[in-house]
């Protein structure tokens, strides 16, 4: 079964400081990683994926994350936040055939950039 | 280019009655999925549709239902309302079904069910 978790159901961080949203999961197979943010009453906004090769994926926004196998993680960073970053942060996994979908989303994670 | 569009944005709805979301894919995607987003149970996955056949389907009772069209554009359905139907639901395109490729999605159409 594939899962993902979020550990943290809020961040709270002040602006001009770095920010990370955590996120494990567990699949079988190779996973392929995502990161969507969402606005209040908007849809998803994909910000990046980690499909195969370098580690370190950069995204939109200066978002980055790091996928690490050995402890099947995907945090999202960003090195300084913006009071504008604050939003829902989702992590999903993709599983082609899946009848949980070809996204399964974490549960969320709500940051909020402190001015 | 234009993304993903879905009408309509805002819908109220009284118990018992049936009601029809659309979504338009962006150009040249060919695949379509509807997921429900909720407070309590968050985003889950509905169905997917590809070249108008449905690919996928969650864990929802048969009142849930969908159709994709030639043009790719899509619909879901839902019969029999109940209060708990009351969610956003939202659509996302891909070009394909590859689990590779990253899903676009709509603003999402919010239900209110009275």
Redesign the interface.
Known sequence: AQSVAQPEDQVNVAEGNPLTVKCTYSVSGNP?L?W?VQYP??????LL?Y?TGDNLVKGSYGFEAEFNKSQTSFHLKKPSALVSDSALY?CAV???????????????TQLTVWP | KAGVTQTPRYLIKTRGQQVTLSCSPISGHRSVSWYQQTPGQGLQFLFEYFSETQRNKGNFPGRFSGRQFSNSRSEMNVSTLELGDSALYLCASSVGTSGTETQYFGPGTRLLVL
């Open positions: 392929y995502f969507y009453n908007r849809g998803l906004q994909f994926k499909i989702f993709s599983r082609k055939g899946s009848t949980l979908g070809r996204l399964y989303f974490g549960r969320g």
